[in-house]
């Protein structure tokens, strides 16, 4: 087992977290008492730190078998989910799976059992119907984003894992929002935790736009360039806008990364290194990167569509004013949409476009590729060594790292980052042949 002095400390010392907040710290207190919890806070909360936690302290190093098992909704949140364990974990095998991945890796690392599996539930079923994985020692269930796990519709494989398992002595189910919880999770008189972040309604500050057509591109546009500089995320209802917009932000020359579902897992994994790495300062989704997703530090969140409910509003506003910090959601609409009646009452403040103001900013960083990774013994010191070295590079010009199996994405200042490919573009990195180029 791991005290919790140790973990606070990696959290410290890996995540930069000194404190832990309200529901966090009452996680902890109830799962002492061995019994299920049931955690209901709001997206950017800090939900995943809150079962983590838990979770790494009740590890016995001994055991060979699977000792926790973490399902969610999205690969994405698979990912961050999977990042942070390794990140607080020392000495423990984590492994995650999920579709949109090549499964033969999967099936390798799997040969030997990690401590705690993380996944999506297609992905982590297939395991168990192939024979490739047993799940009957997990010890601690955790269900993470669980409504949005029915709303996706992965009941059936969910409670086809949960059948599979039957020693569980501690269930841990997560969710934005209070429903039912159907049986096969296997509740048993769950302790409540709610975790409302009152203080964020005043830190947010919420606008609407008039755009005078139908069609709001201009509108968006002129909007952006009247923001003060900071990240801006955009939502749409549908995959083809994200499209749409992105194609005509970019004929404007403003720079711009498109997310949702619909694109190959590589596309996203880059916009998203992009968006957070510096490269570029605006973000356009479906709803998709309203939950889960770890996207820090948003200043402005722009409805480029009316949300489809209430729910979706409250997600979509919850990726601003964050840990104190203040942030702005305009809803950017015309006049013949009608404003939902829970809009209405939040009274947004009018926001007044000018053709005269243009505050966009170039982003600061750009991102490398390179073609080796984690499967090629590359970690983050060899890249910054490499870069210093043979690209002339000073340690201030060098950002977020990015090390996947087999690629890593590099942010380099904007400035230097063309030069810097020119000098490395026929060198060794750790004594390997690699491709380089700037990752678009």
């Not at 033969?104 to 119907?129: V, Y």
């Not at 919420?206 to 755009?211: A, G, R």
């Not at 080796?372 to 910054?384: A, R, S, T």
């Amino acid at each position: 087992m791991t005290s919790k002095n140790i973990l606070f400390e990696r959290l410290n010392n890996k995540l930069g977290i000194t404190t832990l907040n309200e529901m966090q710290l009452a996680t902890l207190r109830y799962s002492e008492k061995e019994k299920d919890i049931i955690l209901i806070s709001p997206t950017g909360s800090g939900k995943t730190i809150a079962f983590l936690l838990p979770v790494l302290q009740g590890l016995d190093p001994l055991c060979k078998e699977i000792q926790a098992l973490i399902l969610v909704p999205s690969r994405e949140l698979a990912m961050q989910i999977n990042s942070i364990s390794h990140s607080i974990s020392s000495g423990y095998k984590i492994n995650c799976c999920y579709g949109g991945q090549p499964i033969k890796s999967e099936i390798k690392s799997l040969q030997q059992n990690p401590a705690i599996l993380i996944g999506t539930p297609g992905r982590i079923l297939d395991h168990i119907d192939h024979g490739r994985i047993n799940v009957s020692s997990v010890k601690v269930l955790v269900l993470d984003e669980f409504d949005k796990c029915l709303e996706l519709g992965f009941q059936e494989q969910m409670e086809a894992i949960i059948k599979h398992i039957s020693g569980i002595c501690k269930r841990i189910l997560t969710s934005a929002t209070e429903g039912e919880i159907p049986e096969f999770t296997g509740l048993k008189t769950p302790e409540k935790i709610y975790f409302e972040k009152k203080e964020s309604d005043k830190r947010l500050s919420l606008y609407s736009v008039i755009s005078p057509e139908p069609d709001k591109l201009k509108s968006l546009e002129t909007l952006l360039r009247n923001l003060s500089p900071g990240p801006v995320l955009i939502f749409c209802n549908h995959r083809e806008s994200t499209e749409r917009i992105g194609s005509f932000l970019s004929e404007q020359h403003i720079f711009n990364e498109v997310f949702h579902g619909g694109m190959e897992q590589t596309r996203r994994e880059k916009a998203l290194c992009r968006f957070k790495n510096g490269s570029s300062n605006i973000f356009i989704s479906t709803d998709l990167a309203s939950r889960g997703l770890d996207i820090p530090e948003i200043k402005h969140v722009i409805h480029y569509h009316l949300p489809i409910n209430e729910e979706t509003f409250i997600h979509r506003n919850g990726r601003t004013a964050r840990m104190f910090a203040e942030g702005n959601a305009y809803l950017l609409i015309n006049s013949a949409e009608n404003i939902p009646e829970y809009i209405q009452k939040k009274q947004p403040e009018r926001f007044n476009l000018s053709v005269n103001i243009d505050r966009l900013e170039l982003p600061p960083m750009n991102t490398l590729y390179i073609g080796k990774g984690k499967k090629e013994k590359l970690n983050k010191v060899d890249i910054v060594g490499f870069l210093i070295q043979k690209g002339e590079l000073y340690k201030e010009d060098i950002g977020m790292i990015d090390i996947k199996d087999h690629y890593s994405y590099v942010a380099i200042n904007r400035k230097k980052i063309n030069r810097t490919l020119r000098l490395i573009r026929k060198e060794k990195i750790k004594n390997m042949k690699s491709k380089y180029e700037i990752a678009r």
